[in-house]
């Protein structure tokens, strides 16, 4: 106190103004952690999976202690069991056994039908047995001899794991995320098996190497499609230390998929990735969905139709109206926007080829007018977390309504990149359980295989037994859809 009681006026109305830059500098920093600890996956691209996050404010409307919705099965829903075999692998007969209270044996009491019957489910207890091959040569009455193949999947080792035990492991660490010394230790439990972590990790090799020609003739087939859904995230792959020029070690991952195809590929978030991928190949007119990363409207891509997608577009006006709570435009364009998909989905359903032109005037009326009504109130930004963004997306729906409102008009161009997002949440899953991935060749190889086992599965096809068909040198190779899309 008596240090301050020595300041002039001068020096305590610079001591005074000085404190007062540094409280505003707190209050802005305060200000952009809540902003940042308010981001989920209901206002931003962030993953459902970091909602749980220490400090994290959930989505709106997602809480379940506050949910109108009841827990478990919904009114309405279609009920499950278990059902009811007419032709069971095995039947057994159970009696009574021991003796009654008179002291006769239950043996050989009167038989008086069955009372009860029930069925149980169950798996026999695996356990892996070493079978030996001895191929026999045989010399036929002409003189030349014929010496037996080894069997399907066999290597040329003496000694070698199987082509199911082998297409588990990669089934688990593709398909389930399960990390290799995981996947190692599950095989072991389960079957007694006790292969190595490299073995495991190198069945990644395998797989991939077998499934070159289907990746390539899965990534032909997406660009042929005339419309095709995409989307990227960031993967840690690879060395810790970023290279020269980069902030971040990480590597980029990118997904193109349509109805019936899945394909991926790792990359940096950069242009010469997008020129790798199947962007740089669809034919001219093809219309694309995705998010507003720049890159989509680099001129090298300038022959392709856009269809921004809608669900990052409804997330991201969900931030505004956080970053703007006094405000209607941010709700007002949401609800308009939501009215049209949801009037695009009933027309897709019900076969019409597009949707009620007086409900289509109403909401686009609705989303325009929001637009300007936003537009006139953020002239100018304060310093509140968020406004600049705002302003952004404001402008997208300003100079950008033709590619926000495309699927509105054509019933077969999705609102949303909705399957693109769900092929790369996997990957999001798979950091969660492993963290960084070591190597930057086997991350490629676990995505050419999941991209196969994708688009398998959207054929209708069990995605176990196309892997283990594989495994015998059996390759399932896709075919062109009739309607390509």
Not at 214 to 240: F, H, N, Q, S
Not at 300 to 306: G, M, R, Y
Not at 387 to 392: I, L, N, S, V, Y
């Amino acid at each position: 106190m008596s240090d301050l009681e020595d300041l002039s006026r001068e020096e305590l109305v610079a001591l005074v103004l000085a404190q007062v830059d540094r409280i505003n500098e707190l209050v802005d920093k305060v200000a952009k952690l809540e902003h940042l600890l308010s981001r989920n996956s209901g206002n931003s691209s962030m993953p459902p999976s970091s909602d749980e996050q220490p400090g994290k404010t959930p989505p709106k409307g997602r809480d379940r202690a506050t949910s109108r919705r009841a827990r478990g099965k919904q009114r309405g829903t279609p009920g499950a069991n278990l059902p009811w075999s007419e032709a069971p692998e095995e039947e057994r007969n159970r009696f009574p056994e021991g003796a009654c209270e008179c002291g006769a044996d239950l043996a050989g009491a009167h038989d008086l039908g069955v009372v009860d019957a029930f069925q149980q489910i169950e798996i026999p207890q695996v356990r892996a047995k070493v079978t030996q091959y001895d191929q026999h040569a045989v010399r036929c009455r002409c003189g030349k001899v014929h010496t037996a193949s080894r069997p399907e999947g066999a290597g040329t080792g003496k000694v070698a794991y199987g082509p199911v035990l082998q297409a588990w492991a990669v089934y688990l660490m593709v398909v389930h995320h399960i990390p290799t010394h995981r996947c190692r230790q599950l095989l072991e439990a389960l079957t007694g098996a006790e292969p190595s972590i490299g073995f495991v990790h190198g069945l990644l090799t395998r797989a991939s190497k077998v499934l070159g020609e289907a990746d390539a003739r899965i990534r032909t087939l997406i660009t042929l499609a005339t419309v095709l859904c995409m989307d990227e995230t960031p993967l840690r792959v690879g060395p810790k230390t970023p290279r020269p020029g980069r902030k971040k070690a990480d590597k980029y991952l990118l997904i193109a998929c349509t109805r019936l195809y899945t394909h991926f590929l790792l990359g940096d978030r950069d242009l010469d990735t997008f020129k790798a991928s199947v962007l740089a190949e669809v034919a001219a007119g093809t219309t694309v969905v995705h998010d507003r990363y720049t890159v989509y409207d680099h001129e090298t891509f300038n022959e392709i139709v856009h269809q921004l997608c809608t669900a990052h577009l409804l997330r991201d006006l969900a931030a505004a109206g956080e970053t703007y709570p006094e405000q209607v435009w941010p709700d007002q364009i949401a609800d308009a926007l939501r009215a049209l998909i949801h009037a695009t989905n009933l027309a897709r359903e019900n076969g019409h080829d597009a949707i009620d032109p007086d409900e289509r005037a109403k909401q686009v009326h609705l989303l325009r007018q929001g637009v300007l009504v936003g537009l006139s109130l953020t002239t100018s930004h304060g310093n509140r977390p968020g406004e600049k963004k705002a302003r952004a997306l404001l402008e997208a729906f300003r100079d950008r309504e033709g590619d926000i409102l495309r699927f509105v008009d054509d019933l077969t161009v999705p609102p949303t990149s909705n399957d693109a997002e769900r092929g790369l949440r996997p990957s999001k899953i798979q950091q969660k359980i492993s963290g960084r991935l070591t190597s930057i060749a086997r991350t490629e190889d676990r995505f050419r295989i999941l991209g196969y086992l994708t688009t398998a599965a959207k054929h209708g096809l069990d995605r176990f037994t196309v892997l283990l068909d594989a495994f015998h040198g059996r390759i399932w190779i896709p075919g062109p859809a009739t309607t390509v899309t």
